[in-house]
């Protein structure tokens, strides 16, 4: 960006390659800009394939960077949602924050290891700590995922075993979840037990189908590719040649969890995702996600990424209501 600097204000111009990207980049009239604009109170003006951004020095070198970013989405043949808008925002914001335990090399943003590609898509973090799980599915051969509903746990995990499958690291997916639910029993729901299991397993069939199309993931699904089963029928079986997923993890017994934990075979990649703020079992029954928290965290070779309400990507407002509840529970202990 070609800048001229008044005191602390800035005035430069980014230039765009492609046009027809504009409008995209741009949101309907102008509405991605615009939030922009009120975010970092800079003004932007287009015309052509030029965009002027005025403002504080700072401001307006945050909204270079969103703006690179949402473009180089474009570019890669992604579309761009106010979601990826308040994404970008976030991430450059955490990446300049002056806090200590904030303070990210801004190069992490475009590292390759923080990155998942697959041919449906290219999936970049959001947030300071969806940038470290990111590099941890790569690194380790074990990662929890922990923190609040919203976070990208689960879909970036679902993202990364669709990567290894595709790059033919891993022979097949392997999805888990206990099937336990807050206030309802499966014997009650109607059908035989894969349409009992399936609406808890859902999730994980939502997050397949935006990395791979939804008739690739029934024809893998056929194959044995992918499976998607509850936790009680991982018992007896060792997962090799394999990137396993359990969701909802806060939901087993400690005993389920060392079950779960002890099929890792070869070439084994294993992933646990869940809330230990949400726990549906039965009062007095300790969470296994708890539990191996506490057993395992000394484990050097395991990685434990922890989430928090900053990290939503989910509406905003689903941020603030982790975030009450959070400074709520706080309060009473």
Not at 29 to 35: C, Q, T, W, Y
Not at 194 to 206: I, S
Not at 288 to 299: P, V
């Amino acid at each position: 960006m070609k800048q001229k600097k008044i005191e602390n204000y800035t005035s430069g111009v980014l230039e765009f390659e492609d046009n027809l990207l504009l409008p995209a980049l741009y949101g309907e009239h102008n509405s991605f800009l615009a939030r922009i604009e009120n975010e970092f109170g800079c003004e932007l003006s287009g015309k052509g394939n030029l965009l002027s951004v005025e403002g504080p020095e700072e401001a307006c070198l945050l909204t270079r960077d969103v703006l690179l970013s949402l473009y180089e989405r474009l570019e890669e043949g992604n579309e761009v949602t106010i979601e990826d808008v308040e994404g970008a925002i976030r991430m450059v914001a955490m990446l300049d924050s002056p806090a200590p335990e904030m303070v990210v090399e801004r190069d992490e943003v475009a590292d390759e290891d923080a990155v998942i590609r697959t041919r449906k898509a290219v999936i970049r973090p959001r947030s300071k700590n969806q940038a470290k799980y990111i590099k941890a599915l790569k690194a380790k051969d074990m990662t929890f995922g922990l923190g609040p509903a919203g976070t990208g746990k689960t879909f970036l995990a679902v993202a990364m075993a669709v990567s290894h499958l595709l790059e033919g690291k891993v022979e097949r997916i392997i999805l888990s979840r206990p099937a336990v639910e807050a206030g309802e029993k499966l014997g009650f729901l109607p059908g035989d037990m894969k349409e009992k299991v399936d609406p808890y397993l859902r999730p994980l069939y939502d997050a397949l189908g935006q990395m791979i199309s939804m008739e690739q993931t029934e024809k893998r699904l056929e194959r044995g590719e992918i499976e998607v089963a509850p936790l009680a029928f991982m018992r007896g079986r060792t997962l090799s040649d394999a990137f396993v997923i359990l969701d909802e993890a806060q939901n087993t017994t400690p005993m389920q969890m060392k079950m779960f934990l002890t099929r890792f075979g070869q070439n084994c990649h294993m992933v646990v995702c869940g809330d230990p703020s949400q726990v549906d079992l039965p009062d007095g029954t300790k969470s296994g996600l708890r539990d191996a928290m506490e057993t395992l965290g000394k484990i050097r070779d395991i990685a434990f990424i922890n989430f928090d309400s900053s990290d939503v990507v989910r509406h905003k407002l689903v941020g603030k209501i982790v975030k009450a509840y959070d400074e709520k529970q706080g309060t009473q202990s």
